[in-house]
């Protein structure tokens, strides 16, 4: 049985961009159904969209993470393609990503931007991209060069076991914590990047976005490697600690009495504490692994992707030979 491929198009007023990003995927993926789902717009997008061919669902609550959890649990398909609805990746690249998917088989694979017009790329994004990525890769591990891609394509197994509980843009840096906190098999594949036709305008705040991305990759660590967050902030107290106590414990050496009693309280109080946390993060680690076995099997409870439905011959290698990353 030819495998099932489905792509999902979140829209918030696209209505200048939806319906060329919709007969684009047409284009490519013939056989895919193609979901829009508008984000509660108040311009023409849902009618430009059903003109286009595309099946229009509504998810009411604002922020691309909440359409992005809804289509999750909705749409049922062996590879789920994600793009946005502005018309700045290129989508005739669908059909690649999508048999690079089954080809691997891999759990992922990411669209990573490469500009084919200058400017596309705003320069306050770029740097932000490469520092917030830079994070990431630094932390969980070095699989990805464009976190924030919005053009990715995800495996039934992928999808059945990412929990999906972020609000806005900040969901890419969760599917892309996802998969490098279970190793799931990752590809990359680079893909044209545009600017956004005359008339559509971007959702996206440089400085109010990247301040909550950043607090998301923070609250990740927080969760997902508690032993090395906790260590962190109970070394700091720790030196804090330190750096109160040291005059101290001088001071007894020197002269036999404790001069400073309030300060020696509160060096042995905040060294205490730096101890509480330590063990407190090693705790967490455990209940961590505990997450980790369970999410796996929830992986693992669907097969893997099967072979490309589209017959691809030996010239598809050369998709895959470039720049493809791999995560065991």
């Known amino acids: 049985m030819r495998p099932t491929i489905a792509c999902v198009v979140p829209c918030f007023n696209e209505e200048a961009a939806i319906g060329k990003v ?4 047409r284009g490519a993926l013939p056989e895919a159904e193609i979901y829009v789902y508008d984000n509660a717009s108040t311009d023409r997008t849902v009618e430009v969209a059903l003109e286009a061919g595309a099946t229009v669902r509504h998810e009411h609550r604002k922020g691309k993470g909440n359409v992005i959890r809804r289509a999750f649990a909705d749409v049922d398909a062996d590879a789920l393609l994600i793009i946005d609805g502005d018309d700045t990746y290129d989508a005739s690249r669908a059909r690649e990503m999508v048999d690079l998917l089954f080809e691997g088989p891999y759990d992922h694979v990411v669209g990573a931007r ?10 306050g994004h770029a740097v932000g991209n490469k520092m917030l990525t830079g994070a990431v890769r630094a932390l969980f591990g070095n699989d990805l060069t464009d976190m924030l891609s919005g053009y990715r394509v995800f495996s039934r197994r992928f999808i059945k076991s990412f929990p999906a509980l972020s609000h806005e843009f900040e969901t890419e840096t969760e599917m892309t914590v996802h998969a490098l906190n279970l190793r799931l098999p990752t590809a990359e594949l680079p893909v044209g990047f545009k600017d956004r036709p ?27 490697r508690p032993s090395l967050f906790h260590s962190v902030v109970g070394c700091l107290l720790a030196l804090v600690s330190l750096g109160l106590g040291t005059p101290v414990i001088i001071d007894y050496v020197n002269m036999g009495t404790v001069p400073r009693f309030p300060t020696a309280i509160l060096a042995s109080a905040i060294m205490s504490i730096a101890v509480l946390v330590l063990l407190v993060g090693y705790i967490l680690e455990s209940f961590m692994h505990l997450r980790q076995e369970q999410s796996r099997l929830a992986h693992l409870a669907y097969p893997a992707p ?23």
């Open 22 to 25: 919709v007969r684009d995927l």
């Open 114 to 123: 490469r500009e084919t017009v200058e400017g596309a790329y705003r320069p």
């Open 198 to 224: 005359a008339g559509s305008e971007s959702k996206l705040r440089t400085y109010r976005d990247g301040w909550r991305i950043l607090k998301v990759i923070l609250s990740l660590t927080r969760r997902q």
């Open 306 to 328: 099967n072979h490309s439905p589209s017959g691809s011959d030996p010239a598809t290698s050369e998709i895959i030979s470039v720049e493809v990353l791999r995560s065991s």
